[in-house]
């Protein structure tokens, strides 16, 4: 399974996608949950594994090195720990310790309050 992480067009963020080919580098053919089925830029998904949590980011936040914005999706891949769990999500590219070829969507796994954090 596939989540939007970033929203072109007439997609939301959040959309989860299953893919049905990857033939392509760029666009793959996929279908929503709803049953639409259609392209979507590759760059723009992020990978959900079973048993880890969608969720949005409720608001602006600065954490250590990496920025989340409101509305953001972001991976739960840790247990919560005191409120606490660790999240993947795309880097802040902004950041000097990334690096990738342009059109490269770079992802960081960070811990995060999950006070701040919302299932999609």
């Not at 959040?14 to 793959?28: F, L, Q």
């Not at 250590?64 to 660790?86: H, N, S």
């Not at 690096?99 to 796994?109: A, P």
Request: hydrophobic share 40%; glycine share 8%.
């Amino acid at each position: 399974m596939l989540i939007y992480v970033r929203a072109p067009r007439n997609y939301r963020a959040g959309y989860k996608i299953t893919v049905i080919d990857k033939s392509e580098k760029d666009w793959w053919k996929g279908k929503c949950l709803g049953g639409r089925i259609g392209y979507f830029p590759s760059a723009y998904v992020m990978r959900v594994e079973s048993g880890q949590r969608t969720l949005q980011v409720t608001r602006n936040l600065q954490l250590a090195d990496q920025t989340l914005l409101r509305d953001q999706i972001v991976i739960q891949v840790g247990e919560e720990m005191d409120g606490v769990a660790m999240v993947r999500c795309a880097a802040d590219v902004r950041s000097a310790d990334h690096t990738g070829k342009e059109g490269d969507v770079l992802y960081k796994e960070i811990l995060c309050p999950l006070k701040y954090l919302q299932e999609v």
